[in-house]
Every structure is written in C-alpha cells, then in structure tokens.
C-alpha cells in the first residue's frame, strides 16, 4: 500500500514559479513509476507529467507544459518534486500526484493505469 501527500500548491501570478512536492510511504516506492495530474473545473484529470523508477529517470510531459515544468524523484527520501515555472491562468488547475506499480515504458499514463493518488493540491495562477 502507498500513500501520498501532496504540498506546495497556491495562488501565484502569471509568470511565478512554484514547486509541488509530494511524499509517499511504503517500502517499494523506488519502484513505482510516479506522475503528476491535474485537473480543472469541467475538464477530464490529464497527465502532465511522469517518471520512471529507475536511475535513468526517464520522464515525459504534456505538450502544454513542455520546457517549463520539470518532474524529479529522490528515491532516498521517498519524495517526487513538480517544480512548474513560468506558470499561465491556465495552469491552474488540482494538481495530483499518482503511483502506478506498472512499467513506466508499458504505460500510455492515463488515468486508470495508477493505483495510488493524493488528496490533491490547488493551483491557481493569476493574470
């Protein structure tokens, strides 16, 4: 069983930075493969970010935030980072982070393919 706890959220303006922090329990995080998802009023939970689990880190990112939002893990404290900068009004959204004990490379990361999820944390970006 993994639990996870979701930090950092906030209102920012346009243009700030924030980073997300989320911390997992259980004894095989190292080898879960994390994400994080978003979701904002009346739209579907999307991915927009994932990791894979091993040393490699493979990572990938949704177009929409491609070269501003970077996805890190530290296995050794059991914590997955979503530093976001530059962030735009419609950035603002839940943010979600998610474990899915499948391979990262066997995955398409959507929503159903994750076990695990957090309580969710708000961000709302100002103009």
């Known amino acids: 069983q993994v639990q996870l706890v979701e930090s950092g959220g906030g209102l920012v303006q346009a243009g700030a930075s924030l980073r997300l922090s989320c911390a997992a329990s259980?004894?095989?995080?190292?080898?879960?493969?994390m994400a994080w998802f978003r979701q904002a009023p009346g739209q579907e939970r999307g991915v927009v970010a994932a990791?894979?689990?091993?040393?490699?880190?493979?990572?990938l990112y949704a177009d929409s935030v491609k070269g501003r939002f970077t996805i890190s893990r530290d296995n050794a404290k059991n914590l997955v980072y979503l530093q976001m900068n530059n962030l735009k009004p419609e950035d603002t959204a839940v943010y979600y982070c998610?474990?899915?004990?499948?391979?990262?490379?066997?995955?398409?990361?959507?929503?159903?393919?994750?076990?695990?999820w957090g309580q969710g944390t708000q961000v709302t970006v100002s103009s």
């Open positions: 998610a474990a899915s004990d499948r391979s990262y490379y066997n995955m398409r990361h959507r929503q159903g393919e994750y076990k695990y």
């Open positions: 259980g004894p095989t995080f190292s080898s879960y493969t």
């Open positions: 990791i894979s689990w091993d040393r490699g880190g493979s990572t």
